[in-house]
């Protein structure tokens, strides 16, 4: 069964930072796109961050570039989105999904994704 677990979630002050983990079990991250998305209340799923196949390319979105970094441990089957600078507009629901074949476009879309954790919530607040 392919399952994807996110953890590293919390309460953290603006200017702070949080390590989001996503650990997969049942496929090996090499085999797939890997994406960072978020959602916030009331608002669609974004996409933030991604790597290719066999991790040797990284893309982000304007609005976390710079902040934002993504990274893997294969060993451990695990993609790592490292958050720096934390504004109280990152607050949301982190989600990590993987994908079969690779994006059309670098971040590609929700659809493009065929496998999704259970989401972890970011708070960013004084």
């Known amino acids: 069964q392919l399952q994807l677990v996110e953890s590293g979630g919390g309460l953290v002050q603006p200017g702070g930072s949080l390590r989001l983990s996503c650990t997969a079990s049942g496929f090996t991250l090499d085999a797939f796109h890997i994406g960072w998305f978020r959602q916030a209340p009331g608002k669609e799923r974004e996409g933030l961050a991604c790597m290719s196949k066999m991790g040797r390319r990284t893309n982000y979105v304007d609005s976390v570039k710079g902040r934002f970094t993504i990274s893997r441990d294969n060993a451990k089957r695990t993609v790592y989105l490292q958050m720096n600078n934390l504004k109280p507009e990152d607050t949301a629901v982190y989600y990590c999904?993987?994908?079969?074949?690779?994006?059309?476009?670098?971040?590609?879309?929700?659809?493009?994704?065929?496998?999704w954790g259970q989401g972890t919530q970011v708070t960013v607040s004084s």
């Open positions: 999904a993987a994908a079969k074949t690779t994006p059309a476009q670098a971040m590609g879309s929700v659809r493009d994704y065929d496998y």
